[in-house]
């Protein structure tokens, strides 16, 4: 069902309220800015720009440009769209590629039919209460064989599993460290940053509403939005940060380490889904 005009009103002024106030700490605070992520997602972009032949990209909710920096290496014209203008006001326009950044809502935005290879909305649709729209946006923007890349996304199943946890129970560090991050991290922001609760948690919209997005409710949209095929795809299991960082191994055994699990707790899916925090996916219009 829809949401309500004024929810769809009070989560995008949550969103340009929160995200005006974290814009000039935001590439510091986020942890897909650091350069192993970056250099994972540059490789995958590669992968769509090739197989779509791309020249434009679309890229919604774009805030200060994560994903602009790596597109604009790739293709000759960019589209950014974001709600926040002080977000928008902090992207490196620097480079060959055209830039046009818009200050809008993705899910009214009057996309040019057709008129991109490639879209992509990266750690943004838990913006949202209503995914319809933007995944209408995304489907309208595309020519037939386009892609929609979406990723870093919270997975409804892990999502379940720490909300139920206990704060100050017996668990381990790195299970301790989840519950603070997924359940409380409304509290971390009020207090750095002076921004309400219920603010910032109307502008987390799909994770601390919602509780994140489960694979069948996200196929069943993006099918009716018009696309043909999704591809999804499960990363960051639970300890995955706490292995890599360990001290007292060298950095390419924990990365191997880290590297055997992941392949492990992938051949166990959909059984082992609970175990990743995010997801992400590929459709194809």
């Known amino acids: 069902?829809?949401?309500?005009?004024?929810?769809?009103?009070?989560?995008?002024?949550?969103?340009?309220?929160?995200?005006?106030?974290?814009?000039?700490?935001?590439?510091?605070?986020?942890?897909?800015?650091?350069?192993?992520?970056?250099?994972?997602?540059?490789?995958?972009i590669a992968s769509l720009v090739a197989a779509t032949k791309a020249q434009s990209a679309l890229d919604l909710g774009c805030g200060t440009g994560f994903m602009v920096q790596i597109l604009k290496?790739?293709?000759?014209?960019?589209?950014?769209?974001?709600?926040?203008?002080?977000?928008?006001?902090?992207v490196d326009r620097s480079g060959t590629a055209r830039m046009d950044l818009v200050q809008h809502d993705t899910g009214t935005y009057p996309v040019e039919p057709g008129a991109f290879q490639l879209v992509t909305a990266y750690s943004f649709l838990h913006h949202l209460c209503d995914l319809a729209p933007t995944l209408g946006t995304a489907a309208r923007a595309l020519g037939p064989g386009g892609k929609f890349y979406a990723d870093l996304e919270p997975n409804y199943y892990f999502w379940e599993v720490i909300n139920r946890l206990e704060r100050?129970?017996?668990?381990?560090?790195?299970?301790?460290?989840?519950?603070?991050?997924?359940?409380?991290?409304?509290?971390e922001i009020e207090e750095r940053f002076g921004v309400s609760r219920d603010?910032?948690?109307?502008?987390?919209?799909?994770?601390?509403?919602?509780?994140?997005?489960k694979q069948e409710e996200l196929q069943r949209l993006l099918r009716e939005a018009g696309f043909s095929q999704v591809e999804?795809?499960?990363?960051?299991?639970?300890?995955?940060?706490?292995?890599?960082?360990?001290?007292?191994?060298?950095?390419?055994?924990?990365?191997?380490?880290?590297?055997?699990?992941?392949?492990?707790?992938?051949?166990?899916?959909?059984?082992s889904r609970n175990l990743f925090k995010y997801l992400g996916f590929v459709a194809t219009k």
């Open 1 to 44: 069902m829809a949401a309500s005009p004024d929810l769809v009103r009070k989560v995008i002024d949550a969103n340009i309220a929160v995200h005006s106030k974290l814009a000039a700490q935001y590439e510091a605070c986020e942890p897909h800015f650091r350069p192993e992520n970056v250099a994972k997602v540059e490789r995958r």
């Open 73 to 90: 290496k790739l293709v000759s014209h960019i589209t950014g769209v974001d709600v926040t203008s002080a977000m928008l006001d902090r």
């Open 168 to 187: 100050g129970g017996a668990y381990h560090p790195l299970v301790q460290r989840e519950i603070e991050a997924v359940t409380f991290k409304d509290e």
């Open 199 to 213: 603010t910032f948690n109307h502008a987390e919209f799909g994770k601390d509403i919602a509780g994140g997005f």
């Open 232 to 271: 999804f795809y499960y990363h960051w299991f639970l300890g995955e940060g706490f292995m890599i960082n360990r001290e007292g191994a060298p950095r390419e055994e924990r990365f191997r380490h880290a590297e055997i699990v992941n392949e492990s707790l992938q051949s166990a899916l959909p059984a």
